[in-house]
């Protein structure tokens, strides 16, 4: 495996970062999971402008990055990793910190009179997709208190609450673990890694609505969430952007799917041994996936 540290190239085993590291010590950075379908970014602008917003709330500087010169070092990066250029389908992991002072303090660092320079690290990974047999037949997910920070919404590093939530859902025998705010309301904010849909009856026209949690700082801006947000618009379908209860996920909802950058869209058909509708991959889960896929294509 070739990885990219801080404007070089090089085997991942030789690859050194520093025990000082902000991103090791503090958990100090921000991260990005770009797609890339046969050597072609998808939704490349959504994901820089997410980078950018994540890299202007913890002011790093990153300014002599570009897109155009980080788009060169992901294609180098696929091209030098065994052709996963020609892949179906690879996941490009972009993570940047506050770089590596000499010495630990929680205060931005400055060395020798110069803000310490940002270390820039990236990865690539080829996703594999389930058969069509294992997506149909669906996967399984457990609630798990949402016990995160207030602003989720910023891609960084911390991932603490997201890894024990999905240690938590992996121990009951799920798939996927789904955050359930701790207060009397139980919303259900988004996945431990993806965010989350429901389809709900909608007793205004009697046919099906979509929901999914608005956009705040509960959950992750996902790139894939607004893809499907918009595909499903366009095809006249209803999204209504509000938080589900706990009930209405559990109990009412038709079908249930998670969508990210490398799940696309996720079949949920079990919530803590409870089936969703009737235990497969639903019409709507379906159809939704076409449309996403078709602007992939
Ligand atoms: N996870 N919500 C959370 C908490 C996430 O970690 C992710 C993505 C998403 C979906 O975002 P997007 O559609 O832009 O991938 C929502 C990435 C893939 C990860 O951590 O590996």
Redesign the pocket.
């Known amino acids: 495996m070739i990885v990219y540290l801080n404007g070089e190239f090089l085997p991942q085993e030789e690859a050194k970062v520093s025990p000082t590291d902000r991103g090791f010590l503090f958990g100090d950075g921000i991260?990005e999971?770009i797609?890339y379908y046969k050597g072609k970014p998808f939704?490349f602008d959504?994901?820089w402008k997410?980078l950018q917003d994540g890299l202007g709330f913890l002011r790093i500087d990153f300014a002599d990055h570009d897109e155009e010169k980080m788009k060169k070092v992901f294609d180098e990066l696929l091209n030098r990793n065994n052709g996963l250029q020609q892949m179906t389908r690879a996941?490009i992991?972009l993570q940047i910190t506050r770089g590596a002072p000499p010495t630990r303090s929680h205060v931005f660092p400055v060395s020798n009179g110069t803000v310490v320079k940002p270390t820039v690290f990236a990865t690539c990974q080829e996703i594999a997709y389930p058969s069509p047999e294992r997506w149909t037949a669906g996967f399984s997910a457990a609630l798990v208190p949402d016990q995160r920070w207030g602003r989720?919404d910023i891609?960084t590093v911390n991932?603490l609450a997201?890894v024990l939530a999905a240690q938590e859902a992996k121990d009951k025998g799920a798939d996927e673990a789904i955050f359930v705010t701790e207060d009397d309301a139980h919303l259900i904010t988004?996945?431990?890694?993806?965010?989350v849909f429901g389809i709900l009856k909608d007793d205004a026209n009697g046919g099906s609505k979509i929901v999914t949690h608005p956009l705040s700082r509960q959950?992750?801006?996902?790139?894939?969430?607004?893809?499907v947000v918009q595909v499903a618009r366009n095809a006249g379908l209803i999204v209504e952007e509000r938080a589900m209860t706990r009930a209405e996920l559990t109990e009412e909802a038709q079908e249930v799917f998670i969508?990210?950058?490398?799940?696309e869209i996720k079949p949920i058909v079990k919530i803590d041994g409870k089936v969703v509708g009737d235990g497969k991959a639903g019409p709507m889960s379906t159809k939704l996936v076409a449309l996403l896929r078709s602007q992939i294509e």
């Open positions: 991260y999971a797609p939704a959504g994901h997410r996941m992991y989720v891609k991932l997201n988004e996945g431990s890694k993806a965010n959950i992750l801006p996902g790139i894939t969430r607004n893809m969508t990210s950058t490398t799940t």
